[in-house]
Structures are given as C-alpha cells and as structure tokens.
T-cell receptor, first 113, second 112 residues
C-alpha cells in the first residue's frame, strides 16, 4: 500500500495564479482532510470530507475549495493564490468509526510570490 | 472550543536520559488524545493515542504517554532518549466530526 500520496511535492506560484493539490489514499478510508502547516502554529484544518459526497469547512477555509472526487481522491484548489497561502499542505485520511487515528501524506510545499 | 497546548517550543535532552514532552488539553467531555511525530521534510507519523482505559499508553519507538485527568495532561515520555528521536512532536485532540485540533508543536533535540 502506498498509503496517502500527494502531488506535487513542491510548487511555486505567482500571486493570482490558480492550482490544484491532489491527494489520494489506497486504504479504503472514508474520511479525508486537508491541513496547512505554518511555523509556530501547528497544523490547521482547511477542509474535510467525512465521507464520499460530503465536504465541510475547517478552521481556515477562506481562499480554498475542495472536491471529493471519489472515495480515494480529495483535491484542494487555490483559485487565486496569495502570499499568505505560502505554506506546507498535508492531506490525511482515516477509517470510519470512533477512535481511529489519521494517516498523513508527505506534504506539498507551496510558495506564492 | 476544544484545544491542546504544548507549553514548550523546544526540549533539549542528552542521549540516554529520560525525555518528557508536555501537552495539556481543555476540559470538555472525554478527550481522545493523540501524539504524532514529524521528521524533517516528512509528513506526520502516528505515535500513540488515548481513547479510554489504562491511563498509561504505550506506542511506537518506545514512547509512552500518561493521561492525567486531574491535571488535564497527556505528556509524552521515553525512558532513554536517542539522537534519532530528534524531531517535531505534536499533540492533538479529536473534535466534532473526528477532526483533529493540534498543538503548536515541540521541537525535541537529543544531543550526544
């Protein structure tokens, strides 16, 4: 099993450009999450999908959109990138049910100039 | 709002000595608590969790954590630190929808 995979690993955007971060998991997990990690702030939840067909906002959703394409894939879109969105983005997934931990992907390092 | 706090940005310890990384949580219901570790330029790896039951939880790589309800703490411990334990450690708490709220992280540095 590859676990949780993310593409791309690195990306540089100019202000105003758009892009989509891809995430896929092969563990048959129901729930998927997108976080951003900034120095001194831990990880903050952007959006999540409790199950296929549903998405909900997290703590910092402004400037982002998501699509739960199917059970395996959960993408994060930046429509008009801003320097404040420079961050490391992590995707995670977990099985349905109580008490399970989340499994994280390797991350995408995004720089917006 | 449910939250966790990691009061130390950095912890330094000599190899072979015991280590403790602190975490406290806000009082609200029965907390599900997690510890994750992040090595440089990597994703987060799960170490251990407390859901219910025994207050002393054992996890990966020789780590353990003690759930203390009276002190609202869930400190991560290891009896004998290794240089390879040097990493960024995160405490997290489950919230509604099984979302996780993370602490700000503690950088552990183990020196020879």
């Amino acid at each position: 099993n590859a676990g949780v995979t993310q593409t791309p690993k690195f990306q540089v955007l100019k202000t105003g450009q758009s892009m989509t971060l891809q995430c896929a998991q092969d563990m048959n997990h129901n729930s998927m999450y997108w976080y951003r990690q900034d120095p001194g702030m831990g990880l903050r939840l952007i959006y999540y999908s409790a199950s296929e067909g549903t998405t909900d906002k997290g703590e910092v959703p402004n400037g982002y959109n998501v699509s739960r394409l199917n059970k395996r894939e959960f993408s994060l879109r930046l429509e008009s990138a801003a320097p404040s969105q420079t961050s490391v983005y992590f995707c995670a997934s977990r099985p349905w049910g109580d008490g399970y931990e989340q499994y994280f992907g390797p991350g995408t390092r995004l720089t917006v100039t | 709002a449910q939250s966790v706090a990691q009061p130390e940005d950095q912890v330094n310890v000599a190899e072979g000595n015991p280590l403790t990384v602190k975490c406290t949580y806000s009082v609200s219901g029965n907390p599900y608590l997690f510890w994750y570790v992040q090595y440089p330029n990597r994703g987060l790896q799960f170490l251990l969790k407390y859901i219910t039951g025994d207050n002393l939880v054992k996890g990966s790589y020789g780590f353990e954590a003690e759930f203390n309800k009276s002190q609202t703490s869930f400190h991560l411990k290891k009896p004998s630190a290794l240089v390879s334990d040097s990493a960024l450690y995160f405490c997290a708490r489950r919230g509604g929808g099984n979302k996780l709220t993370f602490g700000t992280g503690t950088q552990l540095k183990v020196e020879l």
